[in-house]
């Protein structure tokens, strides 16, 4: 029998894994996905219940030596600190970030000035500045794993815009810049950092979005025509798949995953769209 030609590990057993934002939706799905894969998963988002929840899931299919839950603030250094000590502490050692946590909310120059600024800050703080935070933090522990990897996710929205979303666009496109540079500084250590930029998807961020209006925007935005296939359920997404984390990427320093991005400007507007102050055609999780 001849030797098989791939050498190099495809398997994240044995790795561990933070996912922000993992309490539901895409982030939830990613958790799954790793535990799925034989790594150690830790879930982070807010909400004791909702972290206790996923964690349960998991720990039934994998047994609770597997996973850990931590109530997190992203937009809280403190919170973030605590994450990554819980995690070592726990798992003895971090491979694998996952920066997925992200909020949405109408930020238009209409505003006023209060409100305006409160989404602008929460939404930077959140989107892009805890990503930065994360990375910072998980560094010394990652500069110490033989297959470090980091994954980021932006958004469609970071190459086109939906009108009165202007904070939720510009981290996202922050995002995609910061993961640039975390590749080219990082990678010279063994470090890899992609981000992956989601097209439409029934997320918990996206459940208020209404039908036809949704059917609006993938017809007219999506070059499938339609939200992720199958009914768009989030693990449809795989936004951190296996696939961009296992050692055998270690050649592969960075890049940008996109699902689907047709236009330079997502209003392209008809009557029968929603209007810009709506802004209910928020693309992704």
Request: aromatic fraction near 4%; glycine fraction near 12%; charge should be negative.
């Amino acid at each position: 029998m001849s030797s098989r030609l791939t050498q190099l590990s495809r398997s994240v057993a044995g790795r561990t894994a933070i996912v922000t934002g993992s309490a539901s939706g895409m982030g939830r799905a990613t958790a799954h996905l790793f535990a799925d894969e034989g790594a150690n998963v830790v879930v982070a988002d807010l909400g004791e219940e909702r972290v206790a929840a996923v964690v349960d899931e998991i720990a039934a299919a994998h047994g609770a030596d597997r996973v850990l839950g931590q109530v997190t603030d992203v937009a809280d250094p403190a919170a973030l600190r605590a994450l990554v000590d819980a995690t070592v502490g726990r798992f003895g050692g971090l491979d694998i970030v996952v920066n997925n946590a992200g909020i949405s909310g109408v930020s238009s120059m209409f505003l006023p000035e209060d409100e305006f600024e409160d989404v602008w800050s929460r939404t930077l703080a959140v989107n892009l500045t805890a990503y930065a935070r994360l990375v910072r933090l998980a560094l010394p522990h990652l500069l110490e794993s033989d297959g470090a990897r980091i994954v980021n996710i932006a958004s469609t929205e970071a190459i086109v815009a939906t009108g009165g979303l202007p904070a939720y666009s510009a981290t996202k496109a922050g995002v995609t810049g910061l993961t640039r540079n975390l590749a080219v500084e990082l990678g010279r250590h063994g470090i890899t950092a992609n981000c992956i930029c989601p097209g439409p998807i029934n997320t918990g961020m996206t459940s208020s979005i209404d039908d036809s209006a949704k059917e609006i925007y993938a017809k007219r935005r999506v070059p499938l025509r339609r939200w992720r296939s199958r009914g768009g359920r989030p693990d449809d997404a795989e936004p951190a798949p296996p696939g961009g984390v296992v050692p055998q990427r270690g050649d592969h320093p960075g890049g940008r995953r996109d699902d689907g991005a047709p236009h330079l400007n997502h209003r392209d507007r008809t009557s029968d769209e929603p209007g810009p102050a709506d802004a209910t055609a928020v693309p992704s999780g």
